[in-house]
Structures are given as structure tokens and as C-alpha cells.
């Protein structure tokens, strides 16, 4: 069996006071965890646009390069110059 004292008058203020500053520290530790999470999460998102970006740029560039391959420099600047 414990043997757990048993708290009367001043002491029972002084566990729920104690109890209080823990809820709290825990409820601040709970919010800066959930600043940090939703800024991973747009961190997350940034990445994601910026890889699909990525994507669509290789891709073109890909779909692009047998033109480049034939253009000499100042035909591709005299195109440029017409668009």
C-alpha cells in the first residue's frame, strides 16, 4: 500500500497552484510546437510548388532542345528580338 500523505488546508493551494503553472507551461510548450508545425508544413507547401516548377522547366527544356540544337546564337537572338 503507498503511503501518500494527505494534503489539508495551505497544501491543497499549493498542489493546485503547482498544477496550474504546469497546465500552463504545458499549454505553452503545446502552442509553440504548433507554430513550428504549421510553419514546416507551409515550408512543405513551398517546396512542393517550387518542385512541380522545377517539373514544368525540365520538362520544357527537354521538349525545347532539339530546337536549340539547330539555332545558332544569332538566329535565337533575332527571334527573341521579333517576339
Known amino acids: 500500500m ?3 500523505p ?3 488546508g ?3 493551494t499549493k498542489v493546485l497552484s503547482l498544477t ?3 497546465v500552463m507551461m504545458w499549454q505553452a510548450t503545446f ?3 504548433e507554430a513550428d508545425l504549421k510553419e514546416m508544413n507551409n515550408g512543405v ?3 512542393e510548388r517550387n518542385l512541380v ?3 514544368e522547366l525540365l ?3 527537354q521538349y525545347t532542345a532539339p530546337f536549340f540544337e539547330h539555332v545558332s546564337l544569332p538566329q535565337l537572338i533575332k527571334i527573341m528580338v521579333v517576339v
Do not use: F, G, K, P
Request: hydrophobic share 55%.
Open 2 to 4: 503507498l503511503n501518500v
Open 6 to 8: 494527505i494534503c489539508e
Open 10 to 12: 495551505a497544501s491543497w
Open 20 to 22: 496550474v503553472v504546469v
Open 31 to 33: 502552442e509553440s510546437m
Open 45 to 47: 507547401e513551398t517546396l
Open 53 to 55: 516548377e522545377l517539373q
Open 59 to 61: 520538362y520544357v527544356l
